[in-house]
């Protein structure tokens, strides 16, 4: 069997890295642009009680896929290898994950979880600028300022407990998210088979 030519070699792989720059690139505006407009969006029609469980959610998201990706970095391969042997659901795409795992980390703990960031902050600019339309307050200039240290607080605290959960339990938090991905790859399978049940019952 012939050997790979280096220079071919580092030239594929200059020519993977830049596309997955320029995929990151794009969908980090995407994502972020539509994550953006629907929070903007939730938090213009909404209470302010509303709008802060919005922003919490924000918050919690961008932690968990922190935890996701840190995981990922850390867990081993082998025990996915036997529950994919014994046809375990979902051990494949944990695999997948695995194999992947610095693209995987970087779309959760680099993407998500900075897009996360920043509209977590745009979002309690809004929150404050929500209070102050209301309330007369003697320290107006110190709300948002407040706001935007309790949730960077909140985003950073979270993001280093979610960090020792990642390593200690980083095998079942892989495979959690390989069980989510097969459930939405395969929803459409799921509902083909119901259509079928039914129409046999018929």
Known sequence: MAKPDPQTAKKEEKRRTRNWVITIFFATIAISAAISMASDLVMANSTMIVAAIVLLLIVFIGIIFDIVGMAVATADEKPFHAMAARKVKGAKECITLLRNAERVSSICNDVVGDICGVV??????????????????????????????????LTVGGKAVGKGIAVASCTEIVYHAGQVIYAVTHVKDLFRRKKGNKKKKK
């Open 120 to 153: 977590s902050g745009s979002a309690s600019a809004t929150i404050a600028a929500q209070i102050l339309s209301n309330f007369e307050l003697s320290f107006a200039s110190v709300v948002p300022l407040i706001l935007s240290s309790l949730v960077a607080a």
